[in-house]
């Protein structure tokens, strides 16, 4: 009868029962084919039942009612102008409560399988892979752990991974059908997404919130790696846009560890080569260039990154901590948050702190922002360990 | 004012149909231009949104033939955009909004109320008024605008980069919908007050039509729901206008409040569209099934329920924007609790042409048509309501299809079945009924075949307001055979549209044909027992010479076919009409 919460009833019933949710699982299968794509992630089986429960109640009452009306309209057609109804009957309040109670029930039964199943793929995942998403008119670009920034999304097998998602210009929404799932990119806020992709191979990517001109081109792939082979790739491909930098220069880069190094590093680099110097300073990892824009904006000024107190809090260990505020609210400190207190210091000042930082609202751009909590994640627990 | 001038001319014997009439009471332009008659000045909405509706069907049809084949079939993306914007805002605006309680509402509530007009007849005058002008305003949008009719920002306000758009037309259209608002409110106002107050001697609430509920509620929801949308255009003008930047992010604004606020109005909206359109359904089943409606009462309640919830639904809308899981779980219930009104409504219409003695004419066919595609609108409706399925399918085809099954099939199919319904009444003339199904049935298939495949193609993964669903970047990453299927789909969706067209257009032909060559009607020649076919076709001026008399408005007996006139009277009644 129901599909999509009889599949989701443990296996450790009677082999009999086994054996019939298995056939209706199968059969469920075929009918998915008709309107969904193939799944390829965690998400999919559990939107999956959703939708063909409420395929298959949806087809029962259609079916049922246009039945209905189709017998009635010919089994009481009127047969002449002077044809007169079998039945005046206005109302029965109890038949009419009566079918009132079906549509309660499945309703309901649809909202929390519905909601059960959204629960379950929207909670946070231990230990994913992150890769920070940036959507913008009208391309994606996806930022691995160490910084290498790649115009497809790559991903392991059967490993949680969190998206982190932001905007340059307009709202976007990344959409995965093979996975189920879709998520708007809003500018100024970091949307947070966790699956786990369940299948090696390549899906399309789409953008799903209408954006401006090339919206329909704003597609690209996700290409899912077999056990192992991501991390390969991910060093492979780091590597590519620097392997034309000379052997010794190649190796300096993969020891930059503040800000300071990167300036001498680029400084060397331009002046043999100012093109090669422009694609290094790209593959900047995200921490150091944060580190730059600490010294730039002067947030050291009030902000240690060794853990000493002084006019605002110290970055050292800040990143997901539970903040308590003046007003007695609360929030952890994640990429909003560091946002908001960039943007709207005094919206958010921790108790026993003034609230005299200014606001860098129109000084600040979102991709130094990020560059800033990259920083800032960086002094999560020990003293300063950019880059990779 | 125009009642007491009216009163002095109205003939005080029924006169022949068609001499004496709203129609003939007097001639010109300018009588019909600032007319205070609710009858006239429906007919000048009938004609308005009629023409929207076929302006907007020319922009639909760009659409589908965009999309027969992959790449550039007609015009480029920009033009494509703003082809796609329009067509929204056309029909959401000028054509499905004021659609059914502007034209059929303004002509009948007063007439099935037993009233001589509504409430505020010059504010009636006025709301038509606000229409044209907030029309004409958003039309010169035309020359640049494409942001779809969500007009979503930050794109909107167009403080984002890319350059290339054309949004010249943003605060044009804003303008004009927000004119065309007041429009709506006060239609609103004029209804409610109207219901209240002139209802005849024995017209208590429950002996309305539930047309009259139907209107009712959806006067609520424009009094409440419309201004909200006024100042969120007006908002979004000063963003756009001025930087103020309440909706820009750079500016520590935030989009996503913009689309509640436009939510707010944009969901009950839905509901301004389709209570009319279940109070029209309501009419016609019982009378063409000569038929008692079935379960007045929870009709009625259920169309006031489903005002009431409406309200509170719109962060359906937002299921993936990132809002928080709370607030979309508190969503995702109450816009499961609207399908419970809406499915006790099908089940009396069902219940009501049980053993009655159906009539398969256009009008009925429409309703019957009205009930399959609501059925399906409605259930699909349930799937993008219920929060995980919705992560898949939303801004997908999916939705497209779902909202054009409630509103085209909902909305439009309703509205044809009440100008079939109407039509003799309000214009005196009978249409011929073997035309009228033909243009139904290729209405029908047309419509199906449009939108049944999008359902599919929305459930594969092509996202909405793609101008190229099968672009060579696809291709080039592999993915041919989503492509194929995509391509399949679009193509019998665009013959659908063709078919649908060519129906609409037969309807056309059959309606205006009759106006000039049709039959004269009789007062009654469905055998309705409501207050409006009591009066002559066309309708005196104002509507009755004395005052109805008032009972059960689905009182089927009594009603006996009368040869001679080929229509229906009341028993013991004179060959007059107002039963003594």
Same mark, same amino acid.
């Given at each position: ?18 054996? @019939? ?97 959204? /629960? ?85 990517? /789409? ?10 081109? @704003? ?14 790739? /991910? ?13 010794? @220069? ?139 | ?32 231009? %600032? &007319? ?47 082809? %796609? ?21 303004? %002509? ?26 907030? $029309? ?8 640049? #605008? ?14 984002? $980069? ?11 259209? &804003? ?22 107050? #002139? ?24 009094? #409440? ?8 255009? #007006? ?7 001025? *930087? ?82 709370? $607030? ?23 219940? &009501?042409?049980?053993? *009655?003695?159906?009539?398969? *004419? ?11 595609? %609501?059925?399906?609108?409605?259930? &699909? ?200």
């Amino acid at each position: 009868m129901e599909p999509g919460t009889a599949w989701a009833v443990p296996k450790a019933v009677a082999p009999g029962v086994t054996n @019939m949710l298995q056939s209706t699982h199968s059969l469920c299968t075929t009918l998915a084919s008709f309107w969904v794509p193939p799944r390829a992630s965690s998400h999919a089986a559990e939107i999956d039942h959703s939708l063909l429960f409420l395929y298959v109640v949806s087809l029962f009452f259609f079916a049922l009612i246009i039945a209905l009306m189709v017998y009635f309209a010919v089994r009481y057609r009127r047969r002449g102008p002077e044809d007169q109804a079998r039945s005046q009957t206005s109302h029965s309040t109890v038949l009419e409560l009566v079918w009132a109670i079906p549509p309660i029930v499945i309703v309901l039964v649809a909202f929390y399988v519905g909601l059960m199943g959204f /629960l379950r793929i929207s909670s946070a995942k231990a230990n994913a892979v992150e890769v920070k998403v940036r959507a913008y008119q009208w391309a994606w670009e996806f930022e691995y752990p160490n910084g290498y920034k790649d115009a497809q999304l790559h991903l392991p097998v059967d490993e949680p991974v969190k998206l982190v998602l932001t905007s340059d210009d307009v709202i976007h929404s990344l959409f995965i059908p093979a996975f189920r799932l879709k998520r708007d990119v809003v500018p100024g806020r970091y949307n947070k997404l966790w699956f786990t992709a369940t299948k090696v191979g390549e899906y399309p990517l /789409l953008c799903s919130e209408y954006c401006g001109t090339r919206h329909s081109r @704003m597609i690209t792939k996700v290409v899912v790696h077999g056990r192992g082979e991501y991390e390969a790739w /991910l060093t492979e491909a780091s590597k590519a846009p620097l392997e034309a930098l000379p052997g010794p @220069m190649y190796e300096k880069w993969k020891q930059l560890r503040t800000a300071e190094d990167m300036d001498a590093f680029l400084a060397e680099l331009r002046q043999s080569d100012a093109a090669m110097a422009d694609s290094a300073a790209k593959l900047e990892p995200p921490t150091i260039t944060g580190e730059r824009l600490y010294r730039r904006f002067g947030c050291y000024q009030c902000h240690s990154t060794d853990g000493s107190r002084q006019t605002g809090p110290s970055f050292q260990g800040l990143w997901n901590r539970q903040r308590v505020f003046r007003d007695g609210g609360e929030q952890r400190a994640d990429e909003d948050y560091i946002r908001r207190s960039i943007m709207d210091p005094g919206g958010q000042v921790v108790e026993t702190y003034q609230g005299v930082m200014p606001t860098y609202k129109g000084r600040v751009t979102d991709r130094q922002i990020d560059a800033l909590v990259s920083f800032i994640r960086s002094l999560e627990s020990t003293q300063s360990q950019p880059g990779q | 004012m125009a009642t007491s001038n009216a009163q002095s001319l109205t003939p005080t014997v029924d006169a022949s149909p068609i001499r004496d009439n709203y129609l003939t009471y007097r001639r010109g332009v300018m009588s019909w231009l %600032f &007319t205070l008659d609710h009858k006239r000045i429906g007919v000048m909405y009938l004609v308005g949104v009629l023409f929207a509706f076929f302006l907007g069907g020319i922009f639909a049809l760009l659409i589908r033939t965009e999309l027969i084949s992959a790449g550039d079939t007609l015009m480029d993306a920009d033009m494509y955009n703003q082809v %796609f914007t329009l067509h929204g805002v056309v029909m959401v605006f000028m054509f499905i909004i004021p659609g059914i309680p502007a034209t059929l509402g303004n %002509f009948f509530l007063p007439i099935m109320l037993g009233a001589k007009d509504v409430a505020f007849p010059r504010l009636n005058l006025l709301s038509w008024w606000l229409f044209i002008i907030g $029309a004409i305003v958003a039309l010169t949008s035309v020359v640049g #605008l494409d942001t779809g009719w969500t007009l979503y920002t930050p794109y909107s306000t167009g403080t984002a $980069a890319g350059g290339s758009h054309a949004m010249m037309g943003v605060i044009p259209v &804003t303008a004009g919908a927000f004119i065309m608002g007041f429009s709506s409110i006060l239609t609103g106002v004029n209804f409610i007050a109207t219901i209240h107050m #002139l209802r005849p001697r024995g017209m208590t609430w429950f002996r309305m039509p539930l047309m009259l509920w139907s209107l009712y509620a959806t006067g609520v929801i424009q009094i #409440l729901a419309t201004p909200v949308l006024g100042i969120t255009l #007006l908002l979004l003008i000063a963003d756009r206008g001025f *930087g103020l930047g309440i909706f820009d992010p750079a500016k520590g604004g935030d989009p996503i409040l913009y689309q509640h606020f436009f939510w707010f109005y944009s969901h009950p909206a839905v509901y301004i569209m389709i209570l009319p359109a279940m109070g029209i359904i309501s009419e016609v089943v019982s009378t063409h099934s000569h038929k008692h409606i079935f379960g007045y009462k929870f009709i009625a309640f259920s169309s006031l329920a489903i005002a009431l919830l409406g309200m509170f639904v719109w962060g359906h809308h937002m299921f993936v924007s990132g809002q928080s899981d709370i $607030a979309n779980a508190v969503f995702s219930f109450l816009t499961f609790a609207v399908a419970i009104p809406s499915a006790i409504k099908v089940f009396n219409w069902l219940a &009501t042409m049980y053993k *009655g003695s159906i009539d398969l *004419g256009a009008p009925m066919l429409y309703a019957m048509s009205f009930i399959w595609v %609501f059925t399906i609108g409605g259930l &699909t409706g349930v799937f993008l309501g219920s929060l995980g399925p919705n992560i898949h399918l939303h801004d997908t085809y999916f939705v497209v299809a779902h909202f054009h099954y409630v509103m085209v099939g909902g909305t439009v199919f309703a509205f044809m079945s009440g100008l079939h319904h109407w039509w003799p009444k309000m214009f005196g003339r009978l249409y011929s009924q073997r035309g009228a199904m033909v243009g139904w049935l290729l209405v029908f298939v047309g419509f199906n075949l449009t939108f049944f495949p999008q359902f599919v193609l929305g459930g594969h993964g092509m996202p909405r307001r793609y101008h190229d669903w099968g672009p060579q970047i696809m291709r080039e990453l592999g993915f041919e055979a989503q492509v194929n299927l995509f391509g399949h789909l679009h193509l019998i969706s665009s013959i659908g549209s063709y078919v649908q067209a060519i129906g609409f257009l037969i309807v056309a032909g059959v309606l205006v044909h009759a106006l000039f060559r049709g039959r004269r009607s009789p007062d009654n020649p469905w055998g309705s027992p409501t207050l409006e076919w009591t009066c002559s076709s066309p309708p005196p001026h104002d509507n009755f010479a004395t005052a109805p008399v008032v009972g059960d408005p689905y009182d089927m007996t009594g009603l006996v076919y009368d040869r001679q006139t080929q229509g229906y009277v009341r028993r013991g009644a004179g060959a007059g009409s107002h039963g003594g």
